[in-house]
T-cell receptor, first 114, second 114 residues
Framework: GNSVTQMEGPVTLSEEAFLTINCTYT??????LFWYVQYPGEGLQLLLK?????DKGSNKGFEATYRKETTSFHLEKGSVQVSDSAVYFC?????????????FGKGTMLLVSP | NAGVTQTPKFQVLKTGQSMTLQCAQD?????MSWYRQDPGMGLRLIHY???????DQGEVPNGYNVSRSTTEDFPLRLLSAAPSQTSVYFC?????????????FGAGSRLTVL
C-alpha cells in the first residue's frame, strides 16, 4: 500500500533561517504529492502541490520538487518567519482511490523563534 | 462561502454511548472523506465517498458507520463509543479533478470518550 515518511520534529529554528523538511513516499501508482499546513487549533490547509515528475510546487515562499527517481518531495523555505510555526504534513493521492483521498505522513512541527 | 462545516466542535461521551459527527459542504463537491488525527500518527482515513449513495472503507473503519444520501452531507456515526476513539476528527471534500484534487478540510471535531 501507499505510505509517506517525513522527518520527525519538532524542528526548531530562528527567524530567517533556512528550512528543509524531508518527505519520501511509497506508492503503487503515479501519485500526486501535497504539502498541507495546520496552524494551532485549526484544520489543514493546502500549502502546495505537484502532480508529475519534476514539477515544482510553490506558495508563500515554500517550495517542493517532485522527484520520482528518489521518491521524494522535500519542503524548503529560504527564510522562515515566526508566523510559519505550524505542523506540516506531506501527503499523496493516487489513481486507486480516484485521487479522492489522501495518505498522510505523521506531520512535522516547526517552531520558529524571534 | 461556508466551505466544509463540522459540528459539534467539541464532544465528551461515556463509553458505550452513540453519537453522530456532522459534516456538510456547500461547494457541490463529489468526494467527501473522514479522517482522525492522533498525536504522532498523522491523519488516517476512516471512510470516504465518491458520490451520493457510494461509500467505502479507509484505513481505520472499525467502530464507525457512514452514509451519503445527499451530495452535501456526510455524517460519521459512532454506534458504541470506546476510549480508543478519543481523537480529533476532520471531514474533507473535493471535486473530481484527475490527479489534482485539492481537499478542503473542516475545522475539526474534538471527541473525548471517558
Amino acid at each position: 500500500g501507499n505510505s509517506v515518511t517525513q522527518m520527525e520534529g519538532p524542528v526548531t529554528l530562528s527567524e530567517e533561517a533556512f528550512l528543509t523538511i524531508n518527505c519520501t513516499y511509497t506508492a503503487t501508482g503515479y501519485p500526486s504529492l501535497f504539502w498541507y499546513v495546520q496552524y494551532p487549533g485549526e484544520g489543514l490547509q493546502l500549502l502546495l502541490k505537484a502532480t508529475k515528475a519534476d514539477d515544482k510546487g510553490s506558495n508563500k515562499g515554500f517550495e517542493a520538487t517532485y522527484r520520482k527517481e528518489t521518491t521524494s518531495f522535500h519542503l524548503e523555505k529560504g527564510s522562515v518567519q515566526v508566523s510559519d510555526s505550524a505542523v506540516y504534513f506531506c501527503a499523496l493521492s493516487d489513481r486507486n482511490s480516484g485521487y479522492s483521498t489522501l495518505t498522510f505522513g505523521k506531520g512535522t512541527m516547526l517552531l520558529v523563534s524571534p | 462561502n461556508a466551505g466544509v462545516t463540522q459540528t459539534p466542535k467539541f464532544q465528551v461521551l461515556k463509553t458505550g454511548q452513540s453519537m453522530t459527527l456532522q459534516c456538510a459542504q456547500d461547494m457541490n463537491h463529489e468526494y467527501m472523506s473522514w479522517y482522525r488525527q492522533d498525536p504522532g500518527m498523522g491523519l488516517r482515513l476512516i471512510h470516504y465517498s465518491v458520490g451520493a449513495g457510494i461509500t467505502d472503507q479507509g484505513e481505520v473503519p472499525n467502530g464507525y458507520n457512514v452514509s451519503r444520501s445527499t451530495t452535501e452531507d456526510f455524517p460519521l456515526r459512532l454506534l458504541s463509543a470506546a476510549p480508543s476513539q478519543t481523537s480529533v476528527y476532520f471531514c474533507a471534500s473535493s471535486y473530481r479533478a484527475l490527479g489534482a484534487n485539492v481537499l478542503t478540510f473542516g475545522a475539526g471535531s474534538r471527541l473525548t470518550v471517558l
